[in-house]
Structures are given as C-alpha cells and as structure tokens.
C-alpha cells in the first residue's frame, strides 16, 4: 500500500495537468518524460525507504510489520556453512521476494508503458503515418493531405528547423513564414486542434445530460447549444459585462410610443 500510495501521487498530478483544458502536446510530452526519470530514479533508490515507512505504519496500526512467508524446505547444510548463515538467508529472503516479484515488477511496468508512448517513429512508420492520414482525410478521389509529399516535407523540416523551436504552435508560424511546407503546414494545422485528452468531450456529454433531461426533452437544438455552451464556459462568462449587455438588448428591442 505504501508503495502503490508514492506511484499513484505523482502519477495524479501528471495526469491533473494533463486533463486540463489548455494542455499542449509537446508539454505532455515532457511531463510524461519527467514521470519516467522519477520511476527511474524511484527503482533505484526507494525500496529500503518505503520498507522502513510501511513498517512505521505497521507498528501504528498493531499489525504484524513481518511477511508471511511460507514453508520453507530446509535444505542440507554443507560442510562449510553453519546454521546461523542458513537461517539469516531465510530471513532475508521475504523482503528480497517482495523488491523483485513485486516493487521492480510494478515500477518497470510503468516505465515500460510510459517509454512505449513516447517511442520516436523510424522512416518506415513515419511513413505509415502519412499514408493513413492522406487516406483519413480522403474522400472519393480527393484528398486533403498527399502522404508522399507529407513524407518528404517532414524529412526536410527535420534538418531545417531551429533548435529554439520547441512548441508546436512556433513550428506553425515557422511555415507561415516559410510558405513552402504547404502540405505539412496543414497537418500542424490538424494536429494544434487535435486534444491531449477526451477530458472535454467527456465534460460536454455530461453536460448536455444535466441541461436535456426527460423533463426537458422538448428542448429545441438553438436553445440546447446556447444552454450548453454557457454552461461549459462559465469561466469565461464570468467576466462578460451583464449590465452592458442587458442595456443593449433592451435598447434594441424597446417599444417606445412618442405621445403628444
């Protein structure tokens, strides 16, 4: 427990930041790498202290700080050996079954998972993935995206772009200026409107379940969206001017009479 509480801690605040709504890719991309070096280092350096921690957590609770160890078969001692050596070994072994069958097992899952997702793509899947993109973007004989020369412009991209450039949105205004990445520039375009996560669709859904109930099922679409999108973006209707905006409809919509 103590050790699933440490992985699941960092893990939460990655995951967090991830989920919010302003999360950039390439930002994801160094958190995610920020979890594998704390895994990394965790592995290395983590077990005798969270051992030491259970065991403090053991003593408060009044439970048994010892593993369970099962029958073990006593082998022969040899002539060399004495039985205190023999006995150490079998006390020993319990916290050394516990690191490898278990703590190093679920620490290089997760760095594992982790460095499969950030894995850089070679020529062979590069281009993979401009053909399905070419063919996602196609309908009928037309297509958005040429996966050919999506290929090469990357290629090229690779050498050409400074080492400053770190985001994507600076890669972007890169092509603006270059204006000659014209198939490339567009998958950037494609790829800034893509999110991290599903985090906001997910908020949508639940959303337009509170505003569009039984009760409400007469609703019409027009007033559903108007609904839905106040809803969603309350934050930022938070800082629309009321008074303003109630003045200018009344003004626009006031019947006024001139009497004499």
């Known amino acids: 427990m103590t050790i699933w509480y440490e992985v699941f801690a960092v893990v939460n605040e990655v995951s967090k930041d991830l989920l919010s709504k302003d999360m950039r890719i390439d930002v994801a991309i160094e958190q995610v790498q920020g ?51 023999s006995s150490q070994s079998t006390k020993q072994l319990g916290d050394k079954s516990f690191r490898v069958h278990y703590f190093l097992y679920i620490i290089d899952r997760a760095i594992g998972s982790l460095k499969r997702r950030l894995n850089s793509m070679d020529n062979d899947k590069l281009k993979d993935c401009c053909d399905r993109l070419q063919n996602f973007l196609k309908k009928g004989k037309f297509f958005d995206v040429d996966g050919d020369t999506l ?26 200026r270059m204006r000659c990445f014209p198939t490339a520039s567009i998958a950037y375009k494609i790829l800034l409107t893509v999110p991290v996560t599903v985090a906001s669709a997910e908020r949508s859904f639940s959303k337009l379940k509170l505003l569009k109930s039984y009760l409400q099922s007469t609703m019409l679409q027009e007033r559903l969206n108007g609904l839905a999108l106040i809803s969603m973006e309350s934050g930022f209707l938070d800082k629309v001017d009321y008074e303003g905006l109630i003045d200018d409809f009344a003004a626009k919509n006031a019947r006024r009479s001139i009497f004499k």
Do not use: C, G, P
């Not at 990394?40 to 048994?64: H, P, S, V």
């Not at 600076?170 to 092509?175: G, K, P, R, S, V």
């Open 151 to 176: 290929f090469v412009e990357l290629k090229l991209l690779q050498e050409r772009l400074l080492k400053e450039m770190k985001t994507f949105i600076d890669i972007l205004n890169y092509l603006k």
């Open 35 to 85: 979890l594998i070096a704390y895994f990394e280092k965790y592995r290395e350096t983590r077990f005798a202290e969270a051992m030491i921690n259970a065991k403090k957590l053991a003593i408060e609770m009044e439970i048994d700080s010892m593993f369970s160890e099962k029958r073990q078969v006593r082998r022969k001692i040899h002539f060399d050996e004495s039985d205190d050596e």
